[in-house]
């Protein structure tokens, strides 16, 4: 069950959340500048599925010219605290909206 809770525990963390080491190195000034690009993206999902915040975040990445994984690392350390989690919109779905959105304002004010 240990291994569950360090899954699963970005779920239930209280804000603001506390980074590890690996996580921490993905949110440089530039990363928490590009989320919150992509912040003002995301508000404009209207169906909040794994399905649209792809389609949104792929097309932010198209239109920034960059890799998905330069985007989705950052994403994954400031909603999860960590480097590794669930798919990542997946998480995006499981913390909702309002829990995603200001997760992400959090690091990228």
């Known amino acids: 069950t240990n291994e569950l809770l360090d899954t699963a525990g970005y779920i239930f963390a209280n804000r603001p959340l506390i980074f590890d080491d690996k996580a921490?190195?993905?949110l440089s000034d530039d990363a928490c500048a590009m989320l919150g690009e992509l912040t003002s993206h995301l508000r404009e999902a209207t169906d909040w599925s794994t399905e649209e915040l792809e389609t949104i975040t792929k097309a932010f990445a198209e239109k920034q010219a960059m890799k998905l994984g330069k985007?989705?690392?950052?994403?994954?350390?400031?909603?999860t605290g960590r480097t590794v989690s669930p798919g990542i919109y997946d998480v995006m779905v499981?913390?909702?909206?309002?829990?995603?959105?200001?997760?992400?304002?959090?690091?990228?004010?």
């Open 24 to 26: 921490q190195k993905q």
């Open 71 to 79: 985007i989705a690392q950052p994403l994954r350390a400031v909603l």
């Open 94 to 109: 499981t913390l909702g909206r309002d829990e995603t959105l200001a997760r992400i304002s959090d690091q990228s004010t």
